[in-house]
């Protein structure tokens, strides 16, 4: 038989479509035409192919080879098509039979020596053929433990060209990989570690209640940086399709640590403030990569010396910080990651970032004024938490009686609070206080009239926007969920306004 047939899978963002793999052999003067969209990578999977099938034993096909990927329409990225290509062709040349393959979808990379090398987004592309109906799939072995995430396929680990084309040809068959227990998340950092900062562990203990963002300004060494570190600590775990939701996006990412197939804590990433828009964003002269904040879905994106970051790379993070999801288009097509991430930014109160405070900082009121104007005010109206943190004290530091509260108790209440917002949201396809939209805020959910007096004034004064309005409600609802209360009192009101409305952010 001169055509055969195989099945792939191509990503697009962390969305997998099923791609077949047709191949053709006719008589003519021998050579491989590769139609249907494929990028750089995947035209030079010939020459890999190639090689391999020689370096595994079996003979290359002195034919005329026209090998297909359908849907052509979909352009096809990365060398993960090679297992699906070579098993293609040597079923055209007869080295196995060509039914051999079918249902099966095979993933993969290939070396010239015929070694399976792992590949970039398995996770996704294993859920897209579970989707798609297949049963079974074959992945490099170092992918077998990502692969088996997914209930109701049988994944076969292959280490070579060669046990695939003893498996195909009935020799020696690949037994299905059993999925191994996971291993225990490593231990987060303590916020017992932090010392002093009552008010800063506030924070970060309502910010992990409501899921609200956050922003931390103090000189250093005043513990922005621990206590950002230390929120996803305070996070629950994540449940199994939040789990693989995380793990698909690092995944595709190509961040997944090998000895971690599914990653169960909330993940926190920490750019750097040189990072471009596309390291923060997404995005890539080639295949669209996730970039930080995307890696950070479900957990913490944190930005320190965030006015060092480009202006236009921050605000960048309006439109995905609302919506939580982001949508990088190209010329060649798009993809869609999701982004439902908390912000935690972390600044100094000036350039010269003195330790000593105002007392010895060397900064004018006009450099100041440019160094806080870093932050646009559109993406500073996000933030519902702002927080200033003073200089540790000699006396904080050498206090050892009153030992700080563990990262076990704070997520304890900060778990108990995320239940009674979940209750007082079911039925509404939201979790957190910081997702209500603030029509819901002022009709289903309305804080009693009294309790809002400072909140209104503070409005009629300018110091508040509307949407500032709406996110200090968020807060105090969050506030009221941790003190165990059914409604927001004037003191829970007065607290949140009193978080939003620093003088850091004036």
């Known amino acids: 038989m001169t055509l055969a047939r195989t099945w792939s899978v191509g990503l697009a963002g962390v969305s997998g479509a099923m791609v077949e793999v047709e191949v053709d052999m006719s008589a003519g003067v021998p050579g491989v035409a590769l139609v249907g969209l494929p990028d750089a990578v995947v035209r030079q999977s010939v020459d890999r192919v190639r090689a391999a099938v020689v370096n595994t034993g079996a003979s290359w096909p002195m034919r005329r080879i026209t090998i297909g990927l359908s849907p052509a329409s979909m352009p096809k990225q990365g060398s993960g098509f090679d297992l699906a290509l070579a098993a293609a062709v040597l079923a055209a040349a007869g080295t196995f039979p060509s039914d051999a393959a079918d249902g099966l979808v095979l993933l993969g990379e290939l070396g010239l020596d015929g070694s399976v090398r792992a590949v970039r987004g398995v996770l996704p592309a294993v859920l897209a053929a579970a989707r798609a109906g297949h049963g079974t799939v074959v992945v490099p072995a170092g992918n077998a433990e990502e692969a088996a995430l997914v209930d109701g396929v049988d994944v ?225 109206d996000r933030i519902d938490l702002r927080i200033e943190l003073p200089p540790v004290t000699r006396a904080a530091w050498l206090d050892t009686r009153a030992a700080p509260e563990p990262t076990a108790e704070v997520a304890a209440r900060v778990a108990a609070a995320r239940g009674a917002a979940a209750a007082r949201l079911r039925g509404t396809g939201l979790l957190l206080n910081s997702h209500v939209p603030g029509r819901l805020l002022r009709e289903r959910w309305a804080v ?50 009193g978080m939003r409305l620093q003088r850091v952010a004036a």
């Open 448 to 497: 009693p009239r009294p309790a809002l007096a400072l909140a209104e004034r503070a409005l009629d004064r300018g110091l508040l926007s509307v949407r500032g309005l709406d996110r200090v409600l968020r807060v105090s609802w969050t506030l009221a969920d941790l003190a165990g209360r059914a409604v927001p009192d004037g003191g829970d009101v007065a607290e949140a306004l």
């Open 156 to 380: 076969l680990a292959a280490r070579t060209l060669g046990d695939l084309v003893a498996h195909l040809s009935g020799r020696a068959r690949l037994a299905p990989h059993a999925r191994g227990p996971l291993p225990p998340p490593a231990p987060a950092p303590d916020l017992g570690d932090v010392v002093g900062q009552a008010a800063g562990r506030r924070a970060v203990e309502v910010a992990a209640a409501g899921g609200h963002h956050l922003l931390l300004t103090g000189p250093p060494g005043a513990g922005k940086t621990m206590l950002a570190e230390r929120l996803p600590g305070l996070l629950p775990v994540l449940d199994e399709r939040a789990a693989l939701e995380v793990t698909a996006i690092h995944s595709v990412a190509g961040t997944l640590p090998p000895d971690a197939p599914l990653l169960s804590r909330p993940p926190f990433e920490a750019p750097h403030h040189s990072a471009t828009m596309a390291a923060l964003v997404g995005g890539g002269s080639g295949a669209i990569r996730p970039g930080a904040l995307c890696r950070a879905h479900r957990g913490v994106l944190f930005l320190d010396e965030a006015p060092e970051f480009a202006r236009a790379t921050l605000d960048t993070l309006r439109q995905p910080l609302e919506r939580g999801q982001v949508t990088i288009s190209r010329a060649a097509g798009s993809a869609t990651f999701p982004c439902r991430a908390q912000l935690v930014l972390a600044a100094n109160p000036c350039p010269c970032a003195s330790a000593a405070g105002d007392s010895v900082c060397t900064c004018s009121p006009l450099e100041r004024r440019r160094y806080r104007s870093r932050l646009s005010g559109p993406l500073l």
